[in-house]
């Protein structure tokens, strides 16, 4: 089976709704923007995004309290790699019972065709590494919302939580402007940064990551875990065809 083209419509799924109210967009990314040729940059870049409305965050919320009760813990959900099968098995239940979406956009950066890491020879390179990630992270939203999940202006505020990693005021400025001068993306009512300590639900989008960078990047074949039972994995080396990852997909 091929991967599924952006532009093929005939092979969408159809559109999910939610019901009236507030839909955060959690945001984490796996990697680094940096480039490729630099041996202290991750060869391959991810941005992870939980699609949660208000109403399934009570859920997603009562599952995480009943896990850390049961393992009598508080620390962040990343120090629980031991029980990634126990914690998938909460991320498939409110995948399927609650309606909540996850979402990893992927890329190994020698394989990307898109702007802004690129490299003209050995020592000049034409890119920017903020300007990078704000372009994976605009044509993931604009994926998202074209392909992906139907808003309605009147009846969803959207609020989007990205985990706490622009270094500068001036960096989420410049991102919220990008994000909110984009014809193709809705209204936000607010674009916020925390610290993935004070949110579970940037915590549970860091961990959506490490399932698929396990998978896809660090080639685990002996998985406990099937990521795609509760994720949907996007190819984004061609910003231009993003093309859903399969199973069978190479």
Known sequence: MNPINENNSTEQRTRITFGKGRVFLFVDETGDPGHPSETSSSRYYQLNIAIVHREAMAS??????????????GKELKKHERDAKLLAGVFEDLAKKNNVIFTSFILEKEKYTGPYLKKINENIFTYNPNK?????????????????????????????????????????????KYLRGNYRL????KIVQVDSEYSEAVQVSDFIG?????????????????????????????????????????
Do not use: Q, W
């Open 60 to 73: 997603m919320h009562k599952h995480l309290s009943a896990f850390r009760y049961f393992k009598d813990s």
């Open 210 to 250: 490490r399932f698929v960078k396990e998978y896809c990047f660090d080639g685990n074949e002996n998985m406990t875990v099937d990521v795609f039972d509760f994720i949907r994995i996007f190819i984004l080396e061609n910003p231009d065809t993003i093309c859903e990852k399969r199973p069978d997909t190479p």
């Open 186 to 189: 809705p209204a936000f009512e």
């Open 132 to 176: 990078f990630r704000n372009f994976v992270v605009r044509r993931s939203f604009e994926y998202i919302f074209s392909k992906l999940i139907l808003i309605d202006s009147e009846n969803h505020n959207l609020e989007i939580v990205f985990d706490r990693y622009l270094d500068s005021e001036a960096d989420e400025e410049n991102l919220k």
